[in-house]
């Protein structure tokens, strides 16, 4: 697995599955393969790989203005946060992601001796960039309707309440911790219960030892409940004296949620577009091709059955021309091109690109060879803000490449 590694903002990572039955025990994830949203068929392609891209930063922001207490409660609250981010129908054993890509590995149309990566898809999975900030700006941080973006300030304002109420409740810190004691020993005689379930009770001793734990269980939620009772007790009090509010209350005591999204790493689709296509480019050299083709946008829309023209331009063929120019401007050498239909009669297309009369129609193909892809490794894979692209390697965010 091959990770980008923040210095400000840590991890994305990459993970990948292919089709080669030697790797099949090395599968980061069940691929995902549809034939009707190919743009090469399986019987032309030499290999057929998937990348996704996950977010594997902290849920909640860590930082300098967080005290030992306050990061332990974060690590609580991860919990929370993480209920308001989605799993990619795709992948829904994969937590936080934020894009994926296809690709397939062909004869080089070029020189047939050598293989070629043909990008069939790049997509950006951000479900909380796609929404417009200003849903999130302006709102009481402790408004039980609203969302807001889970930054270090509105975390800590939130602790800040939590703190200001939890110590107004009498003997809240002796209280809460028998109650994690109490939680502790429950927990762990579930554990010893699970064992006796998981190699099955032999006899009538080992039942009565069974039966004593989980009335154990019994005994010590009991006594959870009591203690959680007193202290909700005591913030009503404080609420119906005027001391506190209920959203107040709620959040002090771990009734409420804390209504915060983790915060997308690109601010557009079209930014994750381009990241995630460096990515991909970069993998293709890592294995040794050194071409790489990207079909029309119209022929991709087409296999992905989309009317959006428009997007699969912007996230395609402008986003790949930038990359390139970005390159050259870096000062590595490139040959760019484009493939005609007549120079791919040997392959055989996905079932969306044949015309009605069983033709091929396909529109040219651009591409790209790098000559001295020993290059590219000293690239900035780049992450692009709004006006324009940021050097990841120096300065504010700068970000560096490890191997994991």
Do not use: C, W
């Not at 309440?161 to 939890?166: A, D, G, L």
């Not at 059955?305 to 930038?322: A, I, L, R």
């Amino acid at each position: 697995m091959k990770s980008i590694v923040f210095q400000r903002q840590p991890r994305i990572s990459v993970l990948e599955s292919n089709r080669s039955l030697e790797a099949m025990d090395q599968q980061d994830f069940d691929l995902t393969y549809s034939g009707d949203q190919r743009v090469i068929d399986e019987m032309s392609d030499r290999e057929y790989k998937e990348y996704v891209f996950q977010d594997s930063r902290p849920i909640s922001p860590r930082g300098k203005d967080f005290s030992d207490d306050q990061i332990e409660k974060l690590i609580d609250a991860d919990a929370s946060i993480v209920n308001d981010t989605r799993q990619f129908m795709h992948y829904p054993d994969i937590d936080n992601t934020i894009g994926h890509a296809r690709v397939s590995v062909i004869d080089n149309p070029k020189d047939p001796s050598l293989d070629a990566t043909v990008i069939e898809e790049i997509q950006p999975d951000l479900v909380q960039a796609g929404v417009p900030r200003k849903e999130f700006e302006g709102k009481s941080l402790l408004d039980r309707e609203s969302k807001e973006y889970a930054t270090p300030g509105k975390v800590k304002a939130i602790f800040d309440t939590i703190e200001k109420v939890q110590q107004l409740i009498p003997n809240y810190k002796t209280v809460e911790a028998m109650q994690k004691t109490l939680v502790s020993q429950r927990d762990s005689l579930l554990d010893e219960i699970g064992v006796m379930e998981k190699n099955q009770i032999k006899d009538d001793a080992e039942f009565e030892l069974f039966q004593s734990k989980r009335d154990e269980v019994d005994d010590l939620n009991n006594a959870i409940s009591l203690i959680q009772e007193s202290i909700e007790e005591a913030s009503m009090k404080l609420v119906k004296d005027g001391v506190i509010t209920n959203s107040e209350a709620g959040l002090a005591i771990g009734l409420d949620p804390l209504n915060l999204v983790k915060q997308p790493p690109f601010k557009t689709t079209t930014s994750a577009s381009r990241y995630f296509m460096q990515n991909v480019i970069q993998k293709s050299l890592d294995d040794g091709v050194n071409t790489i083709i990207l079909p029309d946008y119209e022929d991709l829309a087409r296999v992905h059955g989309s009317d959006s023209v428009k997007s699969f331009k912007q996230n395609y063929t402008d986003v790949f021309n930038k990359i390139i120019s970005d390159y050259k401007n870096q000062g590595i050498k490139v040959e760019t091109g484009v493939i005609k239909p007549d120079e791919l009669d040997e392959i055989q297309f996905g079932e969306n690109l044949y015309d009605d009369l069983g033709a091929p129609a396909v529109k040219p193909m651009k591409y790209v060879t790098f000559p001295e892809p020993e290059q590219i490794k000293k690239a900035a894979i780049r992450r692009y803000n709004k006006g324009g692209q940021v050097n990841v390697r120096s300065g504010i965010g700068a970000m560096a490449r490890t191997h994991m």
